[in-house]
Each structure stands twice: as C-alpha cells, then as structure tokens.
C-alpha cells in the first residue's frame, strides 16, 4: 500500500474544507466593513453635492478622522493632522532647529527666559530677561507663544532678527542664525560659569539631578552625572516634580541605572485577545547607581515615564518616594503616520504596570481605586499651587543664564533651600538623605495623617479648587453686571437671572428668564475636566525653539 498516495488526497481535502469555512466568513466579515462605511460615504456625498458651499474635502477627511478618535473618550488618543506634525514630532524626540531659547509668555510679550547652553541664542548675546518686542519686524504684542514660536523655528542656517528690551530699557536688534536643538533634559541644582552644579552636600556626597522631560538622550545624561560624580557618591535626590513623562526607552533605562535585577514595568493589554502582547522590561546588573540611595522627588504632575521610573526604583532599589501622589498616566502609546500624508495617530494599546502588578493609570470609572505611585511612609510632602509657583520663580535666578553672573558662594543645605529656594520637599529630601547616609539604614517614619490622599479625594480637592476659580471670576461678571445695569444698560431679552447651586466638588450654574423658566443648566463635574482648566492657569516652564 502506498500510504504516500493516500496522504496527499486526505490533506488536499482538510485544506479544502477549511478553505470552504474561512473564506465565507472573511467575505462577510469585509461586507461587514464596507456596510459601516456606507453611511459615512452617503453623508460625505449627499454634502458634497447639495450643501449651499462648496465643501473643503480635505478638511472634512481629517474632521472624521478626529471624530472617530476622539469617539474613544480616551485623552491620551489623539489625532495630530499634517499641519501640527512638525510640533509634535519635536516635542516627541526633543530636537528640532531654532534659537535655542527657554520662553514664557509675560504681559503679551515673548521673555526670554534662559538661553539653552551651547545654543544659537547664547552665541548671538540673548540673556535672561530680554523682552521681544518683533520677531523679523512682526510684533510680539498678543501673538501668543505658539505663534512666537513659529516664527523663531526655521531651517538651520537662517537668521532670525529679534528686536529686544534689555531689563535696564535699553532695546537693539540681535541677529540669530538657526541651528539644530537637542533640548538637555538633565540639570543640576545651580547653574553658573556655563555649567551645573549637582551637588547639595559634597562632604557627605549628596547630588541632586532633575529630569524635565524622558527624550533619547536622557539616559546618557543620567548616566553622565553618575559617573561624573561616582568617587564621592553616596546619596542621590531625583527630581521628576511637573515632568509630563516622555520615551518608555528612556525611562526604562534611567531606571536600570539603578535597579540591578528583577522587573522595571510590566505592559499589559487590558483585551483578552491581546494577551499574548503582555511584556515584561527587566533590569540589568552592572550599572554605578546601583546601591546608592535615592529620594525620587514627585508630584501630581508626575506624569507617564516619571511614574516608571518612581515606581521601578520605589519597588527594585534603595529608594524613597517623596512628594505627592503621581498623575496617573499609565497608558502606552503607540504612533501610526496615515497614508496620504494625513498626519499622525497617537492610540492607547496597553497600561502599564509597576513590577508588583499596580497599574499606573487612573480610572475614571472607579475613583477609589489605586493609581500611580504614593510617597513613601512618612514622606508626603503636599504643595498648593501657590507654594509651587513661589518655588519656581525662587529656582529661576539659580538655573538661568544672566548676563552677569554672581560668584557661586552659597552652602546649599536643607535650611538654604528652604529660605532661598521655597522648596519644603527638597529640603526634607535632604535631611531624609543625610540621614540614611549617616546612620546607614533609613529613619524609621510614622504614617502620614495626610495620607487620606485617595484618588477621589484628590481630585474632590482639584474640583474644590476649580470652583473656587469659578466663583471668584463669577464675582468678577456679577460686579459687571451690577456697573452696567446702574449705568442704566438694558439687558437683552431672555437672559435676566443667573442662578447657582453648588454641589460638594461641582459648580452649577442654571440661566433663567425673567419669568423664572430655565434657559439652560451647566455642571462641571468630571475631575479631569477641572483638573485640565487649573493647568491652564498654572506657571509652567516652556522648552522654545
């Protein structure tokens, strides 16, 4: 018997039989895709033929694009259209070419911050505190620093003229020529004769580093202060405090700098059919930071990466966490260019997880629930948002570049940084450190009574805050009014009354007309929501070209 000649029919019949199952269902499963689609083609049609203007097709593709996107309800999805790609992918890997300069808006005007080391705008003789008045003889005045910026950006080798107001008044035209920019993501305490000083105490070999932002080249600037600093190393303070996160790469490899075995993060699918997608990134032995102990700085603006590389040295090293409960940003992106030269999408594929199984991100729909990192036992340091303003502008004078700079003569202990700096959690960082140094093991802390800082009420405390903006703007309107009606001014028709019910962690706003009939309710309720309108107000360092 040939059971050759036998085998081949039997296999050419299953292969058949499964092809008679699978290719039906792959036909209706495409039908099934092209009926979701048929709705979208006919109002696409129906507008492009009857609508009273001529339709903008391009416009209209990419608004469905967003839509689909932002049907998600998932703040960390978004769609970048082509116009805003450039901006986003140099924010993304820190490089782009510029000036070189750190910008805020002051009074309307572009202020000059700080000069980036080694950059264009330190070359051409800008300096802390010069006001732009023009950017190549467009004013400044009201043009927003989105605007500013996009002027300031160029191709490398072209010149930017900046009509600038020196802090004395006096004013002149300094010449830029545009170069590349790797934005440094690393600084040291202060900074004076071009370079960074990260030592707090060098007797007792305490140094200080803080990462703004997770970039490609994080890693090596990590790891360029620990061996800068290797002889006399004995205690680290990391301060990740406002940093939005960054590049998993790159917090995974600051972190490995410090943990010399087990698992930094775990990434994990939260659908069934993608379990198999579930990673595990581990440390790897052989790194200087390994065994120095470290007080990682936090806050709740501790955002994505900060929050790995908190959690992976909280749980895998000689660390504390001290600060704040973090952000809560736990999601992992991924970024997929669209054909047709439509931009980008930037989507949520996974969460992550610290290496004991807590997931990072926050939930919405469980408030209760835990989300990002805690300070560790007898380290929450909590900062109201004025507190946090007072601290930068006191950090600012030490971290510029002016255009004179005082001689460098101060003892950075923890009572200096707490008068000159108005930093309470670096000063206790200090003290903790000094300790753990002296004494060899950490001190032992008791609990903090303000631990109670759940997730909900953190954000009862956000949306306290936000109706507390509300109601003083409120009273801000209400005093309009009241000018306005007793100058005699008639209000229009149907607005007459503003009535206000406030709720424990929402505002209520309901518009009536003179008869007392509702015109219309408002509530502002989701923390997210109000957490997003505080950072809109907040002092925040910006990274300019």
């Known amino acids: 018997m040939n059971i050759r000649k036998i085998a081949v029919p039997v296999l050419l019949f299953l292969l058949l039989s499964v092809l008679a199952v699978e290719v039906p269902r792959a036909i209706a499963s495409r039908d099934r895709d092209y009926d979701w689609y048929t709705p979208v083609i006919d109002v696409r049609t129906l507008l492009d033929d009857r609508y009273v203007r001529e339709v903008d097709g391009d416009v209209m593709q990419q608004a469905a694009i967003a839509a689909m996107v932002d049907s998600l309800d998932d703040p960390h999805t978004v769609y970048v259209p082509p116009v805003e790609r450039d901006v986003f992918e140099k924010e993304l890997s820190g490089r782009y070419s510029g000036i070189g300069a750190e910008i805020r808006q002051v009074d309307d005007r572009l202020k000059i911050i700080t000069p980036l080391d080694d950059s264009p705008s330190l070359a051409a003789g800008l300096r802390a505190g010069d006001i732009v008045m023009s950017i190549d003889g467009t004013d400044t005045l009201g043009l927003g620093a989105q605007g500013c910026i996009d002027l300031l950006l160029g191709e490398p080798g072209t010149d930017v003229v900046l009509h600038i107001t020196r802090p004395d008044g006096t004013e002149g035209e300094v010449v830029v020529t545009r170069a590349p920019i790797a934005a440094r993501t690393v600084e040291g305490l202060l900074r004076r004769d071009g370079t960074w000083r990260h030592w707090i105490d060098q007797s007792a070999g305490l140094a200080f580093l803080e990462i703004d932002q997770f970039t490609e080249s994080t890693v090596n600037e990590v790891a360029a202060v620990l061996d800068g600093h ?114 980008l999408v930037k989507f949520t594929t996974a969460h992550y997880a610290l290496p004991d199984g807590r997931i990072l991100q926050r939930r919405s729909d469980d408030p209760l629930a835990d989300w990002g990192v805690d300070p560790s036992t007898g380290c929450v340091v909590a900062e109201d948002e004025s507190q946090r303003i007072d601290r930068i502008r006191a950090r600012e004078p030490w971290r510029v570049i002016p255009a004179e700079e005082p001689a460098l003569d101060v003892a950075t202990d923890a009572q200096w940084i707490r008068d000159t700096l108005k930093d309470a959690a670096l000063a206790e960082a200090t003290d903790l450190l000094q300790m753990r140094v002296a004494d060899r093991v950490w001190p032992e802390l008791g609990e903090d009574d303000d631990l109670a800082f759940t997730p909900a009420s953190e954000d009862l405390t956000s949306a306290q805050d936000a109706r507390a903006m509300l109601l003083d703007r409120l009273e801000l309107v209400e005093r309009e009014i009241a000018r306005l009606t007793d100058a005699g001014i008639d209000a229009p028709a149907g607005f007459e009354s503003l009535d206000e019910e406030v709720h424990v962690g929402e505002l209520e706003i309901t518009l009536r007309d003179a008869d007392g009939n509702a015109l219309g309710t408002w509530r502002a309720v989701h923390p997210e929501a109000t957490r997003s309108a505080l950072h809109q107000s907040r002092l925040e360092r910006v990274e300019a070209p």
């Not at 930071?289 to 590389?309: F, K, N, R, T, W």
């Open 230 to 343: 290797a002889a006399q190393l004995k205690g680290l303070i990391i301060d990740v405090r406002g940093n939005p996160g960054g590049a998993l790469p790159a917090a995974v490899g600051a972190a490995d700098l410090f943990v010399a075995d087990g698992a930094l993060v775990h990434i994990r699918p939260d659908r069934a059919d993608r379990a198999g997608e579930s990673r595990t990134y581990d440390a790897r032995a052989g790194h200087v930071g390994e065994g120095v102990p470290v007080v990682v700085l936090v806050d709740q603006h501790s955002a994505s990466a900060s929050e790995i590389l908190a959690g992976a040295l909280q749980q895998g090293s000689d660390a504390r966490i001290l600060g704040e409960r973090t952000f809560g940003k736990g999601s992992v992106q991924e970024l997929r260019p669209l054909g047709q030269d439509l931009g």
